[in-house]
């Protein structure tokens, strides 16, 4: 058997195992939370109400708990056209998108974790990811940015890794038009690519990045103002929140969710942070600033709308992990190298 034949051979099989999830998350669990078909009126109605920008019941965006969502117009626009091109209902159109971009996702993850990883600690991280799959189905109705957002979020962080600039600033660009969280990652860039030699090239990509993810920020809310709701990201909206998800935190517990996806990464990904590549590093110290961010501006329980910051952690976390267990497999000290 030849190496290109294996190599199709592991991809089929890799696929089938993630559809398999794929399918296996959208349906059984998928079905019975956020597509369930009680909450299919609520849904639609939100779906065209962002297509009007108009929320339902006339009382604003933020009385509904969906705060500038008129703003995450990519993903609706989409949804919109393949439901006039093919006659399905929104529900099945969105729910089809979502199981698309989830598998792509999945995929998606695999292979950039192999810029660092072998093939078996690749698969590991994306289990540990499918692992925590049905705690993203809770606390919402209508969330369809989400999985999108996360392919986004990881061909965002390989073009970063890869200083691929012009590429990631047209991908960007897209991105802020489905959910508007990764006008940060330009914060991100400077953390990875700025040296001594090269810090005003850096600054000045920087820069520009700025601008297209905060211009097209507010872009967008110059095309679909929400005036009735008044301005929500500000220090005493973010206290209210930080304290709305303190209370959270108490009363879930260990049963919180943030805390069982993310820990025990988050906790490996701090060992050896020294003896790595850089951008492993800068994704580490990015991650916890954007889970701040997270914490103050939206509810945290919701971790479906954060799972970046497990794709960001993730290398550093099986990195340490890979240590450990070649440490134990020569028996040499962990510490050692």
Known sequence: MNKNYQKAIGFLLL?????????????????QTIYAKKLEKQREELHFGILENKAPGGKGWTALGATSIQK???????????????GLTVAKTYKLLDTVFLFVGLLAL?????????????LLGVLYFCAALPLTYFFALFHPWDRLQLVLWIGLLYLVAERNFWVLMFCLFLSVLVKFDTIL??????????????????CLETLALLVIAFG???????????????????????LTTLWSNAGKLVDMNLRYPPLLVHALPALLA????????????????FAFGLSVVYM???????????????VLVLPSALLTLKRFVDSAASGSPVLAG
């Open 15 to 31: 696929s089938w195992l993630l559809a398999t999830i794929t399918i296996s998350m959208q349906t059984w669990i998928g079905d």
């Open 72 to 86: 995450r117009i990519g993903i609706v626009y989409l949804a919109e056209s393949i439901r006039i091109h093919t």
């Open 110 to 122: 695999y292979f950039y974790l192999k810029k660092w990883l072998p093939d078996h600690y690749c």
């Open 185 to 202: 990652l330009p914060f991100l860039y400077f953390l990875v690519h700025v040296d001594k030699n090269s810090w005003l090239k850096t």
């Open 216 to 238: 097209t920020y507010m872009a967008l809310g110059q095309l679909f103002p929400s005036p009735v709701d008044g301005t929500y990201y500000n220090l005493q909206g973010a």
């Open 270 to 285: 701090l060992f050896f942070l020294p003896s790595k590549q850089r951008f492993v590093v800068a994704s580490v110290a």
């Open 296 to 310: 103050v501006f939206s509810n945290y329980e919701e971790v479906r709308a954060h799972m970046v910051v497990l």
